[in-house]
């Protein structure tokens, strides 16, 4: 999977010590690229094999600015990310820090921005099975991560120009061996008994493995690189995703059998998880010093758990060149054997 970039630049990847954005630099260091990562820590894997770093957070405006200097390509896969907190806190890092990044490439001449989105922008707290990007943004959600991504998107697609050319990606559910989030969380929750099916169990929804959404950021690039008058990919978005729509409870229930655990076979209806959903909002809201974390319910997770959310990907079929390397059942197996490592 190779992509193009200009001599003599170096690539910036924020967020590239993240699970994708640290995947997205080891393959870059593997097409012998000179990388340099933004993030509020240095790794000391990727410094030792020659990544230069530049320390901050998305909200230090003139350190993210001064960050695209020198560069052909950012790849900005950093943001703020989870379903709970203060709108504010995701609006400055989501919001004010894209913005930065958008400046920064302005300022410094980068000429390819290719932005790490989230389907959860098209939210409308509805059943979508096979949707595309017709779908319009979202302007209410009762999750402030979704509202925030969606004002980045459209920000970065808006400064598209022949001069700074801009993509946004929008993978699903990232996933794989050494995933951090999605898989972890689910095992704590179904381990301590706190998981329940939400809904009548159905609900179908997509994937992305990492590797795949990797494919995709490089091939991003690579279509931005095009004669400009006949650039199909730039000022677009892209739904990313396995193009393997899976059960998602009957997902869940493979995965904790294949571990050994019992199955999910506790309910909750929709209308149910709603209502909990509100209710911990408001006690989260009321207590904030008391009750810390994420509540374990919200009504943004209820409907992500009970509705059907899976993806057309046509667009980046035809427009990327994108074709899911990594199957559904490929990815399963490594990450059963991830997880049975000592």
């Known amino acids: 999977m190779s992509s193009h970039t200009s001599s003599g630049s170096s690539t910036l990847v924020t967020g590239g010590t993240g699970f994708l954005g640290k995947r997205l630099v080891l393959r870059l260091l593997a097409e012998e690229r000179r990388v340099t990562v933004l993030s509020r820590r240095a790794d000391a894997e990727l410094a030792s094999r020659g990544v230069r770093f530049v ?8 350190a993210v600015r001064a960050a695209c200097a020198g560069q052909g390509t950012v ?3 950093a943001a703020k990310v989870g379903v ?3 709108y504010t806190e995701f609006y400055k890092t989501n919001v ?3 913005r930065a990044v958008i400046e920064g490439c302005r300022e410094h001449g980068v000429a390819r921005l290719v932005y790490t989105s989230t389907p959860s922008v098209v939210y409308n707290g509805r059943d979508i099975a096979g949707g595309d990007e017709s779908l319009p943004l ?3 959600c009762p999750s402030p991560y979704p509202l925030t991504k969606a004002i980045a998107e459209r920000e970065v697609l808006a400064a598209n120009s022949e001069n700074l050319r801009t993509a946004a990606l929008r993978p699903h559910l990232i996933w794989g061996a ?6 972890p969380r689910l095992l704590a929750a179904a381990r301590c008994g706190r998981l329940r099916i939400v809904g009548d169990g159905k609900n179908r929804v997509d994937m992305v493995h990492v590797e795949n959404a990797v494919d995709a950021h490089l091939l991003a690039e690579a279509a931005l690189h095009r004669d400009f008058a006949r650039n199909t990919a730039a000022g677009r978005p892209y739904f990313i995703t396995d193009g393997e729509p899976v059960r998602l409870w009957d997902w869940v229930d493979g995965l904790l059998r294949a571990l050994g655990e019992p199955s999910v076979t506790r309910r909750i209806s929709l209308r149910g998880a709603l209502r909990l959903g509100g209710f911990c909002e408001g006690l989260w809201r009321a207590l904030p010093f008391l009750l810390r974390g994420e509540p374990p319910m919200t009504r943004f997770i209820a409907a992500e758990l009970a509705k059907d959310h899976w993806f057309d990907i046509g667009a980046a079929r035809r427009e990327l060149g994108y074709v899911p390397r990594v199957s559904m059942e490929q990815g399963f197996r490594e990450l059963i054997d991830w997880l049975h490592r000592p």
Do not use: Y
Not at 55 to 62: F, G, M, P, R, Y
Not at 178 to 183: A, I, K, N, T, Y
């Open 55 to 62: 320390c901050a957070s998305l909200d230090d405006v003139q």
């Open 75 to 77: 790849f900005h896969t």
């Open 84 to 86: 709970w907190g203060r």
């Open 96 to 98: 004010l820090g894209t």
């Open 138 to 140: 979202t302007t209410r």
């Open 178 to 183: 050494g995933d951090p989030h999605l898989v």
